[in-house]
């Protein structure tokens, strides 16, 4: 299932995002799902959190999606076990992909899949039972999908 589009130029939705170089990663998924975990490991290979659990998706002036924070607890994330843990953060960055833990992937090549988001469409992934999951996101992150 793909996260339900905003009703209106800004909305929160129930996901977590981070940032890759300036772009965003939307973890969209149902509570208990993994998102601030999938979060931490993203952190943990360098990411920057930009909101847990709530973020806030509006429209830059081209009417890009961007994802920010709600401003309720900037920069701090929830580490299941542990508690809540202070990290590097970004207040906003241009959604560039959007995770979607409610699926888990079995293809071993997907066919591209994209969710539209304020009339913009924007690559998505599904969930991957695999330990370089996260590492995986990144590469995808910094380098592209192969079309």
């Not at 701090?76 to 590097?88: N, S, Y």
Request: charged content about 15%; overall charge neutral; aromatic content about 2%.
């Amino acid at each position: 299932m793909t996260p339900a589009p905003p009703r209106q130029s800004k909305d929160i939705l129930h996901a977590t995002s981070v940032a890759v170089d300036g772009k965003a990663v939307l973890i969209t998924g149902p509570s208990g799902s993994g998102k601030s975990g999938l979060a931490l490991d993203l952190i943990a290979y360098g990411a920057v959190l930009i909101s847990d659990d709530l973020t806030r998706v509006s429209s830059d002036e081209g009417g890009w999606p961007v994802a920010q924070g709600t401003g309720r607890m900037t920069g701090v994330i929830e580490a299941r076990g542990i508690g809540l843990v202070t990290v590097p953060h970004a207040l906003s960055a241009p959604i560039s992909l959007i995770v979607d833990l409610s699926h888990t992937e079995t293809a071993r090549l997907p066919a591209p899949r994209r969710t539209e988001l304020l009339g913009s469409r924007i690559v998505t992934v599904s969930r991957v039972d695999t330990p370089h999951f996260a590492a995986s996101i990144m590469a995808l992150m910094k380098g592209g999908l192969v079309q």
